[in-house]
Nanobody, 126 residues
């Protein structure tokens, strides 16, 4: 069983930055074999793909609404993936979820991920 624990959410003004972290347990999802992703869900909306990274960290994907503003990265020594969010907008307000799949290739569809964290909430005020 993989455990994912997100942190770093909070309240920020529009134009500001936040960095989310997601720590994965070693038991099943060793850092050398898990691709990771971030998704978000705002109240009343469907879950949306944000970003994904493959196991080696050299391939990344971004959702259209965050491309150029958000950066996903990982530190395999710490079993942690990060989401640096810059130039935040009120429409970025959502609960952000970390997800993992026990495959090396990154994916952009939520059904391709097997494990999910509890989420961390981000609020961007205007």
């Amino acid at each position: 069983q993989v455990q994912l624990v997100e942190s770093g959410g909070g309240l920020v003004q529009a134009g500001g930055s936040l960095r989310l972290s997601c720590a994965a347990s070693r038991r099943t999802c060793s850092s050398s074999s898990c691709a990771m992703g971030w998704f978000r869900q705002a109240p009343g909306k469907e879950r949306e793909f944000v970003a994904a990274i493959n196991w080696s960290g050299d391939t990344t994907y971004y959702g259209a609404s965050v491309k150029g503003r958000f950066t996903i990265s990982r530190d395999n020594a710490k079993n942690t993936v990060y989401l640096q969010m810059n130039s935040l907008k009120p429409e970025d307000t959502a609960t952000y979820y970390c997800a993992a799949r026990t495959m090396v290739a990154a994916a952009t569809q939520d059904e391709q991920y097997y494990y999910w964290g509890q989420g961390t909430h981000v609020t961007v005020s205007s």
